[in-house]
Nanobody, 131 residues
Framework: QVQLEESGGGSVQAGGSLRLSCAAS????????GGWFRQAPGKEREFVAA??????????YVADSVKDRFTISRDNARNILYLQMTSLKPEDTARYYC??????????????????????WGQGTQVTVSS
């Protein structure tokens, strides 16, 4: 059974940092692309960052709103997806979800930002940033 479990959320002050982790089990995570999305109350789920499957070098994508502040990475040996968040702002407050999918890389390169393109989802972890 495919499972994704996020951890690392919490409450921080503006300017602080957090590292989110997503532990994958029940599937060969190395062959899956991974993404992070977030959803604030009353808002739609939005793309944060994505990284392609491991292989001949993973490629990462980051939303403009978090560019230069957030970094996505993966530990293939431990089946973990990370989201390093720095210089956090109150507008980063949301529930953060990780997701995975094993579509062809060519297709993924044009769909990585679309939540509907992902097959597997975690339950999310809350991040609250106070000013």
């Amino acid at each position: 059974q495919v499972q994704l479990e996020e951890s690392g959320g919490g409450s921080v002050q503006a300017g602080g940092s957090l590292r989110l982790s997503c532990a994958a089990s029940g599937h060969n995570f190395n062959s899956y692309h991974g993404g992070w999305f977030r959803q604030a109350p009353g808002k739609e789920r939005e793309f944060v960052a994505a990284i392609t499957r491991s292989g001949s070098g993973s490629k990462s994508y980051v939303a403009d709103s978090v560019k230069d502040r957030f970094t996505i990475s993966r530990d293939n040996a431990r089946n973990i997806l990370y989201l390093q968040m720095t210089s956090l702002k109150p507008e980063d407050t949301a529930r953060y979800y990780c997701a995975s999918v094993n579509t062809p890389s060519g297709y993924y390169s044009s769909t990585y930002y679309n939540a509907e393109a992902y097959r597997n989802w975690g339950q999310g972890t809350q991040v609250t940033v106070s000013s």
